[in-house]
């Protein structure tokens, strides 16, 4: 059992980490959109905006998840 959950988090941790070095690969067009205070939608389109988003302070992103919307 103690193997299984080893490779259970082997398994996660990996994952995690594919966003962090390859965020232009995980940061795809139906995965973050951004809509602005005006309303408008806008698709992030460099690395730079996604670590800029990184950079924002405390009330400045919210998040929406579309599963739990649906079934929630």
């Given amino acids: 059992m103690k193997r299984l959950l080893d490779i259970a988090l082997a398994v996660l941790v990996?994952?995690?980490w594919w966003g962090v070095v390859?965020?232009?690969l995980s940061?795809?067009?139906d995965t973050c959109?951004?809509?602005c205070?005006?309303?408008?939608?806008?698709i992030?389109?460099?690395v730079d905006e996604y670590f800029d988003m990184l950079q924002a302070e405390p009330g400045e992103i919210s998040i929406k998840i579309r599963l739990l919307e649906r079934h929630g």
């Fill in 22 to 24: 390859y965020p232009h």
């Fill in 27 to 29: 940061m795809i067009e």
């Fill in 37 to 42: 205070e005006s309303g408008e939608v806008r």
């Fill in 44 to 46: 992030l389109e460099s």
């Fill in 33 to 35: 959109r951004v809509i």
């Fill in 14 to 16: 990996t994952v995690g």
